[in-house]
C-alpha cells in the first residue's frame, strides 16, 4: 500500500470544477450569481455545498428556503452518490466546468432522498464501509475498530483529511500476505438507471 | 488472473467500494512485474491527465472568482450600509473594534521593540567586551611575537660564538697536530742520537778493549821473556814459600805464579767459574784474602792457561743437585768459603767449596715457605733470610732451627739485608712496605710505605737501594742519627721498561 500512496493521494484529491446556478424559477431579490465550487470526488454533495447554500441564502428571502436539492439536465442528482461517480456517470464528456442547478423547491421525493443533517450522510457511509469489510475481512476488523476509529474515519473524509482517513482505512485495507489478497473484493457497479445493484 | 489484480487495484484505490471509473483502460495483463507495473504506470497517467484537466485548470479561476465575489458582496454590503443604519452602525462598530485591535496590536509592537532594544544594549555590551578581549589578546600575541624575535636573535648570537669557538678549537688543533709530528721527529732524532752514542761508545770500548788486549798481550810477553830469564837463572830455594811439593811443576814457577797471581788475579781464564770470578772481583776491591788453593792447583795442573783475559762464564765448572725444588737464592758468605742456597723447598743448605767441588754442611730448615733472598752477616756467623711466609729468619750458622722470626709483613718478604749496623735489618715485601728492623729487641722500628711492592734492596752506609715492580728505584735516605724521626726519601727515580733485579756489582760500580 505504501508504494502506491501517490495514486492513493491522486484518488483522494481529485476535484471536479463546478459551476451552481440557482435555478430561475426560484424567487430571487435579486440576480443571483453562479457559484464555482471545486468538489472533492470522493465526498457526497450535501456535505461540500454549505458555501453553496449560504451563496443563495444571501439573495433570497428566509422563508423560500427549503431543502437544496440539485439536478444535472433535468436529472436530479443523488446525495448518496460519491461526487465523483455522479460527474462521470452524467456529466463526464462535458465541457468543463460541470453546470449544476440547484433547487430550493418542489423537492422531488420519489428520486431523491431527504437529507436533514450530517449525520444521515455519516450513517450512510459507515455502513458502505462495513458492507465492504464484511466481504474483505468477514467484518472483523470494522468490528475490532472503537467508535472512535469509525468517527476518525468520517471526520477525515468530511474534513477532507487525507492522513486522518488514510491512518484507519489502512487497517481495512490489509490483507494476509500469506494469500497475495483478498479473497473477496467488493466493488458496485452504478447505472444510469433507476435502479442500482451491488454485487460481489 | 491478472484481469483480477487489476480489479483489486481499482477497487483497492477506492475504498469505499464505489464503482469503476468510465474511461479507464484496464490493460490485459500477461502477467508478470513488467505487466504490472505498466497498468500501474497507466493508470496514474491517466490520474493525473485527469487531474491536470479537470483540477489544475480551474483552480485559481475558481478562487479568484470566490475571492472577487466576497470584496463585491462586502463592497455592495458596504454600499448599502449607509442606508441600513443597524448595518452601519455594525461596520463603524466593526471598524472601531478593528481600530482597538489595531491599537493593541501596536502596544504589543512598541513592547516588543523595547525588548528588542535592550537586547541590543546588552549584545552591544556583550560586543564590546569581546572587542576588548581582542584587543588583549592581540596585545599577547604582539608581546609573545617580540620574545620570540629575541630568542632568534639569542639563537643566531650563540651560534655565531660557536662558530668562533670552533675556528678556534680547530687553529688548536691544528697546532696540536704541528707540535705532535714535531715531537715524533724530535723522538726519532733523539733515537738516532742514541743510537749514534752507543756506537761511539762501543767503538770506544772496542778501542779500550784493543788497547787493553795490546797491554795485555805486552805483558804476557813480558812475563813470557821473565820467565824464561828465570827458568834458565838459578834461584836458591826458601823456607818460607808455601808453595806444597807434591806439586809437578817446579817449585819455582809455583811461586812465580803465586806472586804473579796475586797480582794478575783479574786475567783469568774463561773456564772459572761465576762464584770464583765473584770471589775473585770482591778481593780486589775489598783487600781479603781469600783460599786461593783451587785456583793455584788449577793454574798448576795446566801451566798453559796462566794470563788470559777476563771473560764472561761460558761453561759450569761444576753441577750439582742441591735442592729438590728450585732455588731462588745463592749466596757467598763474607769469607768465601760458604756458599748458602735457598728455594722453594723451604730450607738453606750450606756448602763447602772444597777442591773445586761444594759438599754439605748443614741444613737450616725453620721457614714454613720457600726462601726468596739469603744473605750472611758481615760477621759471616748468621745468615738472614727472607721467606714466602710473610717472615725473615735469623740462623746461627749451624743451627738448624732459627734463632729469630721477624714478622710483621703482610705478604711474601721479596728480600732481606743486613743494614749498616749490625743490628738492623731491612726487609721489602709485596705487600708495599720496607720494614727496618732492631734485632736486639727482634721488632720492627719502622715502617715505610711504598707505592708499589718491593721486589729487591740493598743496603750501604747511608742508603737503601730497594727496587720495585713499577720500573723504578728508590734511594732511601738513612744518614741520620736517629732513623725513627728521618723519614726516608726517595732521592732517585728511574723509569726502565722492566723491572730490575740489583746485584751488588752494578751498585758497587760508581
Known sequence: MADDKDVLRDVWF???????????????????????????????LTLVTDKVRKHFHKVMRTEDAEEMWFEYEGTPLKWHYPIGVLFDLHASNTVLPWSITVHFKNFPDRDLLHCPSNSVIEAHFM???????????????????????HKQLWMGLQNDKFDQFWAMNRKLMEYPTEEGGFRCIPFRIYQVTFLFSSCV | MAAVTGNTRTVMTDSTGESQRGGRVLAPGRGGRSAET????????????????????F????????????????????????????????????????????????????????????????????????????????????????ARQELHERVEQVQEENGGLKTDYDALLERQRGAETKLREEKVRGGRLLEDMIHLKQQAAAHMN?????????????????????????????SCSSAPTSRSSSPNTADRTESSERRHRLFRSASVTSPRILSSIRELFQKRRGHSVSSLQEDLQRPVGICVSARVPERALHTLEAHEQGINAVRFSSSSDLLATG???????????????????????????????????????????????????????????????????????????????????VTGSADRTIRLWDLHRAACVRVVE??????????????IISGHFDSKIRVWDTSNSSAHKNAPLPSLQLMIDSSVFQSHASIDTP
Not at chain 1, 471536479?16 to 468538489?39: G, H, K, M, S
Not at chain 1, 462495513?130 to 475481512?137: I, M, N, P, T
Not at chain 2, 505498466?38 to 485548470?57: E, P
Not at chain 2, 795490546?214 to 820467565?227: C, G, M
Open chain 2, 59 to 146: 483552480q485559481d479561476l475558481i478562487r479568484f472568482y470566490t475571492q472577487l465575489l466576497d470584496r463585491t458582496t462586502l463592497t455592495k454590503g458596504i454600499l448599502s450600509g449607509s442606508v441600513r443604519r443597524p448595518s452601519s452602525d455594525s461596520s463603524i462598530s466593526s471598524l472601531l473594534h478593528r481600530n482597538n485591535q489595531l491599537k493593541k496590536t501596536t502596544g504589543e509592537l512598541a513592547y516588543q521593540v523595547v525588548q528588542l532594544q535592550q537586547q541590543i544594549k546588552i549584545k552591544e555590551c556583550v560586543l564590546g567586551e569581546q572587542h576588548a578581549r581582542r584587543a588583549e589578546e592581540r596585545r599577547r600575541l604582539a608581546g609573545a611575537f617580540d
Open chain 2, 210 to 238: 784493543s788497547r787493553n788486549e795490546r797491554k795485555s798481550r805486552a805483558r804476557e810477553a813480558n812475563l813470557q821473556k821473565e820467565l824464561q830469564t828465570a827458568a834458565r837463572s838459578k834461584v836458591t830455594m826458601d
Open chain 1, 14 to 44: 481529485g476535484r471536479i470544477p463546478t459551476c451552481f446556478i440557482l435555478n430561475q424559477d426560484e424567487v430571487t431579490e435579486r440576480e443571483a450569481e453562479p457559484y464555482y465550487l471545486l468538489l472533492p470526488r470522493v465526498s457526497y
Open chain 2, 450 to 463: 711504598v707505592a708499589s711492592y718491593c721486589s729487591d734492596l740493598i743496603c750501604s752506609e747511608n742508603c
Open chain 2, 38 to 57: 505498466r497498468w500501474k504506470r497507466h493508470i496514474v497517467g491517466q490520474l493525473k491527465h485527469r487531474d491536470l484537466s479537470q483540477h489544475a485548470k
Open chain 2, 343 to 425: 728455594g722453594t723447598d723451604r730450607v738453606i743448605k750450606l756448602w763447602e767449596i772444597r777442591a773445586g767441588a761444594l759438599t754439605h754442611r748443614a741444613t737450616l730448615g725453620g721457614s714454613t715457605e720457600g726462601i726468596t733472598c739469603i744473605e750472611f752477616d758481615p760477621t759471616g756467623l748468621r745468615i738472614l733470610a727472607a721467606s714466602y711466609d710473610k717472615s725473615a729468619l735469623l740462623w746461627r750458622l749451624d743451627d738448624s732451627v732459627p734463632k729469630l722470626t721477624l714478622t710483621g709483613h703482610s705478604r711474601k718478604v721479596t728480600a732481606a739485608r743486613f743494614s749498616g749496623c749490625l743490628h738492623q735489618v
Open chain 1, 127 to 149: 455502513s458502505s464501509i462495513k458492507e465492504a469489510d464484511v466481504l474483505k475481512h468477514k467484518s472483523q476488523v470494522v468490528n475490532d475498530m472503537q467508535k472512535k476509529d
